[in-house]
């Protein structure tokens, strides 16, 4: 939580502040998420605030420069309420699961208050293919802004499991030794096997 002007006004060193210790504690580098679910609720003085608290968690830690698009669900199925987290979660893991940056729909102009030049930000405004490095999994953070000053700030990643090693196959001689396990019910017929 933080201090704020009113009880719907956001506070952008409380945000940046959350995101900084998310990505402190949990050895998160943001030069690696490559997609952000902004609260976004399309308005005047929480848009700026919120994307200002963004250019300044991430400026810490990258100066890498429109790698990192930025949505919001709402755009698509307007504000939930206290159900507005979780939707954005959804839409994150359908995008991790689908490879897809998902597009903010009719998104035509950037809100005058917000400014990205510079920034790892960018508006993505069309459904693309999520193209990431060679072994780098798709990383993805939401925000969510509530009343009075409560943020929450989650970081999903995608699983790519280990990658597979066949081990080495040496070839046995005649004259060398190698040690063979042996199993059975009783010694005498351990002994027999042996």
Same mark, same amino acid.
Request: net charge negative; glycine share 10%.
């Given at each position: 939580?933080? %201090?704020?002007n009113?009880i719907t006004?956001p506070n952008?060193?409380s945000q940046?502040r959350?995101?900084?210790e998310v990505?402190?504690r949990y050895g998160?580098d943001?030069?690696?998420i490559?997609?952000v679910e902004?609260h976004?609720?399309? !308005?005047k ?5 919120e ?8 400026a810490k830690? !990258?100066?890498?420069?429109?790698y990192?698009?930025?949505g919001s669900?709402k ?6 309420? !206290? ?6 979660i959804? %839409?994150?893991?359908l995008?991790l ?5 998902p597009p903010?729909i ?10 990205l030049?510079?920034?790892p930000f960018?508006?993505?405004s069309?459904l693309q293919?999520?193209?990431?490095g ?5 990383q ?8 009075s000053?409560?943020n929450?700030?989650i ?6 499991p280990?990658?597979v !090693?066949k ?5 046995l001689t005649?004259?060398?030794k190698a040690i063979?396990?042996?199993s ?9 096997k042996?």
């Open positions: 939580d933080g %201090k704020t009113g006004a952008t060193e940046t959350l995101e900084q990505y402190d998160i943001p030069s690696n490559q997609l902004a976004g609720t399309g !308005t003085l929480g848009d700026p605030i994307v200002e608290g963004l250019k300044k968690a991430f830690y !990258t100066q890498n420069k429109e990192c698009a930025l669900v755009s698509n199925i307007g504000h939930c309420l !206290t159900a507005a987290g979780i939707a954005g959804a %839409k994150l893991v995008a699961k689908h490879k897809q940056l903010s009719n998104f035509e102009q950037l809100n005058e208050h917000i400014d030049t510079g920034s960018y508006v993505n069309r293919e999520w193209k990431v060679d072994a780098q999994p798709r993805a953070a939401i925000s969510a802004f509530g009343f000053g409560t929450a700030h970081v999903i990643g995608e699983y790519l280990a990658a !090693t081990s080495a196959v040496s070839v005649q004259d060398g063979i396990p042996l059975a019910r009783t010694a005498v017929q351990l002994r027999q042996a």
